[in-house]
């Protein structure tokens, strides 16, 4: 399966986005699916993820309250709902897919093996 992120874009502090990662292949509702973000001098660090097994969501602290998972599996697309943005979630946002579903392995980007391109967001006035 391939992964296609988009939406990101240049915003306002306190603005949203919306981003979505489409998949192509036929296996996507067997795969759960994972944000991070990566910006520059530091380590890509896990952002949000959706279990495959029962759909639940896991978001790191930084973004709980302000960032929202959905996915539509007739359209093979997870969608990051981000409002009330920050400055210091400036990044670039990486969409994954993995064949686990519980948190410990979802958090790691170790157990993903499928990475798509990037989207840019950046949060500035």
């Known amino acids: 399966v391939q992964l296609q992120a988009s939406g990101g874009g240049l915003v306002q502090p306190r603005e949203s986005l919306r981003l979505s990662c489409t998949a192509s292949?036929?296996?996507?509702?067997?795969?759960?699916v994972g944000w991070f973000r990566q910006s520059p001098g530091r380590e890509r660090e896990f952002v949000a993820a959706?279990?495959?097994?029962?759909?639940?969501?896991y978001y790191t602290n930084s973004v709980k309250d302000r960032f929202t998972l959905s996915r539509d599996d007739a359209k093979s697309t997870v969608y990051l709902r981000m409002d009330s943005l920050k400055r210091e979630d400036t990044a670039v946002y990486y969409c994954?897919?993995?064949?686990?579903?519980?948190?410990?392995?979802?958090?790691?980007?170790?157990?993903?093996?499928?990475w798509g391109r990037g989207t840019q967001v950046t949060v500035s006035s």
């Open positions: 292949g036929h296996t996507f509702r067997v795969l759960s």
């Open positions: 959706i279990s495959y097994r029962d759909a639940r969501r």
């Open positions: 994954s897919a993995s064949g686990y579903y519980s948190v410990s392995h979802l958090q790691d980007p170790r157990y993903y093996d499928t």
